[in-house]
């Protein structure tokens, strides 16, 4: 496995390989972590003891390590990984084409009666995912179980079943006996290694990786990680569906950024199925078409619903209904 990153300075790249394997310098050479190349401010590191299944929280704590806790180095930017092949990666071929998901709005507040209306309403319009909001996990006023429930098969819906680690499997089952036809997790505040447990769980359902909390990875001045390893990262832990924010303003991303993670969904990586990137964030009926285009592909791409859905003036079910068709054309 190796993986490469934008050093300043670059004489740094072998502390930095020292420190992320053996963390001495005559540590045993099989285990230990060597510069492969360097290339202006890029270098490139070979990581032999993580080439064996040792474990995502072990593979991320070299990949994502001690280097951003240090005083001694100007800049480190993780850009690039070539990943070890014991990651799972998607269960399933994304589709050769574009889908229009939606999420239940308000994140919070909704009992569970409205809830199931709300999803109804969004899978009359057309959407091939219904999903509950990064916020929303399981409130007294609207409890998980209750809300897959009263959904039942009127729409396909994935609950977020982030909480708890100890309970997640169980959440997940439980959640999929009760109807859900995909489940939804928080991966970068959950952990990547649930997505990787509720992946190898085999539930018999897509998951759906949402984002939060990835940006703090992402958008750091001296410290960082390429939004688009995290977009693979999330792919090969497990995720069908990976959500890449959107060619909207209300993301950070620029737009080649987008273009960039949808890429990391689709392009080869050591047999790991593509994953349907999520295009997320401002995206609505009246910009949909936009966003498609800006995207520069139709194939394994999700349009997501938000709140724009919910202002447009021709109701909820035709807003949704006007996307498909953009889609669709």
Known sequence: MRATFELEPPEWAETLAVLESTSLVDGPEEVRASVESIDGTRVTLEFPALDEPVGVNALLSCLFGEWADRGDVRRVRLVEVKWPRWLPGPSRESPGRALVGAIVKPALGLTVAEAAWTARALARGGAELVKDDE?????????LLERVRAIGADAPYAPNVTGPAETLLERAAACVEAGATA???NVFVQGPDSLRALREAELGVPVFAHRVGAA???????????ARVLAELTRMCGADYVQVGSFSNRVYDSRADVRRQIDACHRPLDGAPPATAVIGGGVGPDNAAEHLAAA???????????????LDRDGLERAVAKTVAQCAS
Request: charged share 20%.
């Open 216 to 226: 703090f990875l992402a958008r750091g001045e001296r410290v960082s990680v390429d």
């Open 135 to 143: 916020l929303l996990t399981d409130p007294t006023w609207c409890p």
């Open 183 to 185: 489940l939804m997790l």
């Open 296 to 310: 520069g592909t139709r194939e394994g791409v999700m349009l997501l619903l938000g709140s724009a859905a919910y």
